[in-house]
């Protein structure tokens, strides 16, 4: 089994994210049969939450909700839903469509709840003129740190999606001098390098995932999103499990050493959730650890 390839396939033009909540008076088995068969893993990622493992009465190890983190500062909201879909391609209008024969797919199983658009911008940037992902893990390092193994025939080869929609405060970013901005992050925006004197709060301190312990390495496929007046980035981490994630959320939220993102002067998570997407089978996603 290997893991759905959009995981670790460049980031798209164009990007469409949908949540769905599950409806508790329909059985969801047919509905989740017919969106594996439509989805390809690669144009159209496919990520269960575990209210749906709940409802058919089975297990997936290492699945659970986004955590409740009462002590972080700030806030960090959590939004699970049932059912997460990452659409990609070349031209918004057709994930628009697609989006709309998957959800009347699925209904009335599923009701959808939200829907993003996302766009790469530039080299991959946030819409603060900073590279994203600058660290992400290569080739084989990268299948390490994504996809589960040893835990199990289904399971093995899929991988464990952290989203979450972070909305920036362009007018507070805008008015810092560029120093400050790229105290922030821990690196130069235009030459992307690390910081030598960067403060305790850069972002690229608070998460350096070769200082965790163990080594929390996730590989991110973050995007910027638009709607009206607002913007920010629909953060995407996947993992062989969400530990890696959360050691990173923790640490950002003050957790380890009361020391808060420097991010946060300037952005804020909007929603939070965790989603397993099952592994490919023969081209096709499979769905046998669900029972």
């Known amino acids: 089994m290997t893991a759905q390839t959009a995981i670790f396939d460049p980031i798209p033009d164009h990007a469409r994210h949908l949540f769905f909540e599950l409806n508790s008076a329909v059985d969801p088995r047919d509905a989740l049969q017919a969106l594996a068969a439509a989805c390809d893993g690669r144009s159209?990622?496919?990520?269960?939450?575990?209210?749906?493992?709940?409802?058919?009465?089975?297990?997936?190890?290492?699945?659970?909700?986004?955590?409740?983190?009462?002590?972080?500062?700030?806030?960090?909201?959590?939004?699970?839903?049932?059912?997460?879909?990452?659409?990609?391609?070349?031209?918004?209008?057709?994930?628009?469509?697609?989006?709309?024969?998957?959800?009347?797919?699925?209904?009335?199983?599923?009701?959808?709840?939200?829907?993003?658009?996302?766009?790469r911008h530039q080299d991959c940037r946030d819409l603060t003129g900073y590279e994203d992902g600058t660290e992400n893990p290569k080739d084989e390092a990268a299948i390490e740190a994504a996809?589960?193994?040893?835990?199990?025939?289904?399971i093995d080869g899929s991988s464990f999606a952290a989203v979450q929609q972070w909305l920036h405060d362009f007018p507070v970013f805008d008015a810092m001098p560029r120093r400050e901005q790229n105290n922030c992050f821990g690196r130069d925006q235009e030459s992307n390098e690390e910081l030598d004197d960067a403060p305790e709060s850069a972002h690229v301190k608070r998460?350096?995932?070769?200082?965790?312990?163990?080594?929390?390495?996730?590989?991110?496929?973050?995007?910027p999103w638009v709607e009206g007046a607002d913007a920010g980035l629909v953060f995407l981490a996947f993992g062989k499990s969400f530990?890696?994630?959360?050691?990173?959320?923790?640490?950002?939220?003050?957790?380890?050493?009361?020391?808060?993102?420097?991010?946060?002067?300037?952005?804020?998570?909007?929603?939070?959730g965790y989603y397993w997407c099952p592994p490919v089978a023969d081209g096709v996603i499979d769905l046998s650890a669900l029972g």
């Open 44 to 119: 159209t990622v496919l990520g269960i939450g575990q209210s749906v493992t709940q409802v058919l009465g089975g297990e997936i190890t290492g699945l659970r909700a986004f955590p409740l983190l009462p002590d972080a500062q700030p806030a960090i909201p959590a939004t699970q839903q049932a059912l997460w879909l990452w659409l990609r391609g070349d031209e918004p209008g057709d994930l628009l469509l697609r989006g709309h024969a998957l959800q009347a797919l699925i209904a009335p199983a599923f009701r959808l709840t939200q829907a993003i658009v996302s766009f």
């Open 147 to 154: 996809v589960a193994q040893g835990l199990g025939a289904g």
């Open 207 to 223: 998460t350096a995932q070769e200082d965790f312990e163990p080594e929390a390495f996730v590989v991110r496929r973050s995007m």
């Open 243 to 272: 530990d890696a994630f959360e050691a990173h959320l923790r640490r950002m939220t003050g957790h380890d050493d009361g020391i808060t993102d420097a991010l946060f002067r300037f952005t804020r998570p909007l929603t939070g």
